[in-house]
């Protein structure tokens, strides 16, 4: 126990942020820090950005919050952008990606409740992370964060990451499967890109089976992977499609999409939101998707992703301890066959903010989409210079 009033669930760093310009953070000393983490891929834009700051501030003097027993405007001029850019057909808005994906895993059993089946079963990925509800945690696959929230929910089935022959498997031996819910990137666990059909595959198997193929976007989404769906590089489209994160660059907002059958699943009292997509969230959510379509943010991702690859590619070439390099846009990972925990605390004090993974093997960052060759050469510099000190400590 700490004379905190806060509960101790966080373990923080010693630093407390005053304002933010661009890629940059700025603590109440003064000393400036590039965000290489977005606030974990929340961010996008950046920190202040002007117009997403005009869109709050002119909202927020005009109206903030109604309930969803009204029409809300902005919230259906939202979803429709949304359907657009996706491929979609409607939108249920949340204020997470817990919520988002809460959304999803009811509208699956509901969906299987629909096609007589009636202990609808969900596939869900080892090492995944959807959220921290309790039925979004059990879809998780992470044994530490489940701990000691037992009983969780039931109706997932637990299949590895980025094998196909175990879903078909799963199809021969469980008939109770109405989907399958997946990251197109594994985020969490330390960027974990799939093979390239992966995706494909099961479109494929969900089109076979009868399954609604539902993708966890509330990271990959918004432009992060270089498309404004990770799910787009395939050339597919799922028939659910969650995300949050990036959506709102830090005002709270969630989105479940969905067509197909899955459109039509949800009815009036099924589900709800309080706050999901009040007018304040959706006003900043639509200067987003203005300003990444606007500025070719997400070619921009995948320019300034490539750029941080090949320079820790460079900069680690013939490094026996580097077991890997990879990444998917702003989505970049350095997995090392040893634990650096310490180098985010290093990191920091270098004035670069990241985030390591992994059982502390893998670094992970998450820049937002602003970033420039300027900024993306010294996070390759200053990071590949820490790594190289702790592994020689070794």
């Known amino acids: 126990m700490t004379d905190s009033p806060l509960m101790n669930n966080y373990s923080r760093l010693s630093v407390a942020f005053e304002r933010g310009e661009g890629a940059w953070l700025y603590d109440q000393q003064g000393n400036k820090f590039l965000d290489a983490l977005s606030g974990i891929a929340v961010c996008g834009l950046g920190h202040a950005h002007p117009k997403v700051t005009a869109a709050i501030t002119e909202q927020a003097a005009r109206l903030i919050h109604t309930s969803n027993l009204y029409t ?3 919230q259906t001029e939202l979803a429709q952008r949304l359907c ?30 629909q096609c007589g089946i ?67 990137i594994q985020g969490e666990s330390g960027v974990r890109i799939p093979d ?38 395939n050339d597919i489209l799922p028939d659910v499609v969650t995300t949050a994160k990036g959506l709102g660059n830090g005002v709270p907002i969630g989105a479940c999409l969905a067509r197909g059958a899955a459109a039509g699943v949800l009815g009036p009292g099924t589900h709800g939101s309080t706050f999901g997509g009040n007018p304040l969230a959706c006003a900043a959510a639509l200067a987003v998707i203005d300003t990444i379509e606007s500025d070719s943010l997400c070619q921009k991702a995948a320019d300034m992703g490539a750029l941080l690859v090949e320079g820790f590619q460079r900069e680690f070439e013939g490094a026996d301890y580097v077991r890997d390099i990879r990444g998917k846009g702003l989505m970049v990972a350095i997995e090392l066959d040893q634990p650096v925990t310490e180098l985010a605390v290093l990191a920091k004090v270098k004035g670069i903010l990241l985030n390591v993974t992994g059982e502390g093997k893998i670094v992970r960052l998450l820049p937002p989409l602003i970033l420039n060759e300027s900024e993306a050469s010294l996070i390759i510099g200053v990071i590949s210079k820490l790594i190289k000190i702790l592994v020689s400590d070794e």
């Open 84 to 113: 657009d850019l996706s491929g979609m057909e409607n939108v249920f808005f949340g204020n997470s990606g817990a919520e988002a994906n809460e959304a999803a895993i009811k509208l699956a059993r509901l969906y299987g409740r």
């Open 118 to 184: 009636d202990t609808p079963s969900v596939i869900v990925m080892e090492q995944s992370f959807h959220g921290r509800t309790m039925a979004t945690l059990s879809a998780t696959g992470n044994r530490k964060a489940q701990a000691g929230f037992e009983p969780l929910v039931a109706g997932f089935v637990r299949a590895p990451f980025n094998d196909v022959e175990a879903i078909r498997t799963i199809a021969a031996n469980n008939s109770n499967v109405v989907a399958i819910l997946v990251e197109p």
């Open 72 to 74: 809300i405007p902005l």
């Open 196 to 233: 390239q059909d992966y995706l494909n595959q099961l479109r494929q198997i969900c089109d076979e089976q009868n399954w609604l193929l539902m993708l966890d976007e509330v990271q990959t989404g918004n432009g992060r992977t270089g498309r404004y769906f990770a799910y787009q590089h």
